[in-house]
């Protein structure tokens, strides 16, 4: 392992272990756009990040550091969750989860595991139910994120196990079965996307990708990234942001060979969670559109991210990103990291903070 990548996983352990998990953030703090409010959801939620929604209402949340997975229930529906349980512990790097047919999927860095009947069994966790174990064990970019896509197969990330390197079967996106057969590469040249979502329009995938470090604070661009079809290959290692030769791996390469994305974020942001709102809550301009939880950047001199952002399309192309909530970042301090977003039945919005072990709500009210 080089030196920069030690000193990069040893700032992720840092900024993990540091977390406040406090019950009060100060949401005061934050911007939103005028008629938006953001309450807390849930307090006291270590290390939250990817969310799920069971069929009963069961907000399930997983971690990456503190390698737990959370479920939340707001039994009285006022907006905020009641009652906590641990449905797991100890597990490696559990960041990817996903839910069907009443069953909670896991993915833990080089496997994947399925606890059914979870929403009944809340009490009591069921034994887990070993899906793969085919998957690589590198823990550099090794936390996995998971979807079920519209074609019914899991979808599952394999970042890159470096900055920048070359190596086969990694920097790609996968699918399999539920069962955990059939398993085939979907895209190649991602260097890492801990975030996608299925357009409900056209039912075809976006994601975000993280950008390789080490060639300033301004390059290269991260990504928003868009697949209609299997088979693309968006450029990592050899190119990025669509017209940016790697200085190591891009000699003799063509950035037009390859998918550019579609839509270039702030560099270094490091956009995690994507969500189309499908919602009827928010004003008319935000329907069908994506927001991004965009983490923040770790190494550039002055920082970067630590807000939600939206992306706005027209005709299935992008052609705006802007801020959307922010204020997690003052004068070069941190009090909070967006980390995944998720869309409730009421139209409200979701946004896990892993650095402040808490989740909040976003909801509009044209009376404010």
């Known amino acids: 392992m080089s030196g920069k990548m030690l000193l990069h996983l040893l700032l992720i352990l840092s900024v993990s272990l540091s977390q406040s998990c406090t019950a009060s953030p100060p949401l005061e703090r934050i911007r939103l756009p005028p008629g938006f409010v953001i309450d807390v959801f849930a307090g006291h939620v270590p290390n939250a990040r990817v969310m799920v929604r069971g069929d009963r209402g069961t907000i399930f949340a997983s971690t990456r550091s ?61 034994k887990p139910v070993l899906i793969t174990g085919a998957l690589p064990k590198d823990s550099a970019h090794g936390w996995r994120y998971i979807a079920f896509g519209p074609d019914g197969k899991l979808y599952v990330a394999v970042g890159a196990p ?104 702030g560099p270094h942001v490091a956009p995690l969670g994507l969500a189309f709102y499908a919602g009827t809550q928010f004003p008319e301009r935000y329907r069908g559109q994506i927001f991004i939880a965009e983490h923040g950047s770790w190494n550039r001199s002055q920082k970067i991210g630590y807000r939600v952002t939206l992306v706005t399309l027209r005709d299935g192309r992008a052609v705006g990103y802007e801020p959307f909530a922010e204020g997690w970042l003052h004068d070069e301090q941190t009090w909070g990291r967006p980390a995944y977003l998720l869309v409730m039945p009421d139209g409200s919005l979701l946004v896990s903070d892993d650095y402040a072990g808490a989740i909040y709500r976003i909801r509009y009210d044209s009376k404010t």
């Open 66 to 126: 503190a390698g737990s997975i959370y479920a939340l229930r707001d039994a009285d529906g006022d907006g905020r969750a009641e009652k906590r349980w641990t449905i797991a512990r100890n597990l490696d790097m559990p960041n990817g989860i996903a839910f069907r047919d009443g069953a909670l999927y896991v993915a833990a860095v080089d496997r994947i595991w399925r606890y059914d009947d979870i929403e009944n069994r809340l009490d009591d966790p069921p």
């Open 162 to 265: 470096c900055n920048i390197c070359d190596r086969p079967g990694y920097a790609e996106l996968r699918r399999l079965n539920p069962d955990g057969s059939g398993m085939e590469t979907f895209a190649q040249g991602i260097r890492n996307t801990v975030g996608f979502a299925w357009n409900p329009a056209d039912r075809t995938l976006w994601f975000t990708e993280n950008g390789r470090d080490w060639l300033g604070d301004e390059l290269p661009p991260d990504e928003l990234d868009h697949a209609p079809r299997a088979g693309l290959h968006f450029g990592y290692p050899y190119c990025h942001a669509g017209d940016l030769p790697d200085p190591e791996f891009g000699k003799g390469k063509h950035c037009a060979d390859y998918a550019p994305p579609a839509q270039k974020l």
